[in-house]
């Protein structure tokens, strides 16, 4: 079970490797490339939990605020 895993998982490496021509790179080159990649995906997941759980919060609130302020001049 441990073989066909750890199997698995060498194949994506490989798959992920030949794909993105990182099998050529440098190995310092390869963990820059790599480094880009997580950071790209870390801030894309931040504003994907941003924008689904944290905006239509600030937007009603906004729009609160708008209309008392909208109101309060009339």
Excluded: D, G
């Amino acid at each position: 079970m441990l073989k066909a895993i750890r199997n698995y998982l060498a194949l994506k490496n490989y798959q992920y490797e030949v794909t993105t021509a990182l099998y050529m790179l440098e190995p310092w080159e390869k963990a820059l490339f790599n480094s880009i990649v997580i950071v790209f995906l870390a801030l894309f997941t931040y504003t994907t939990f941003f924008y689904v759980f944290y905006l239509p919060e600030q937007l009603a609130y906004f729009a609160s605020r708008l209309s008392y302020y909208a109101s309060a001049y009339h």
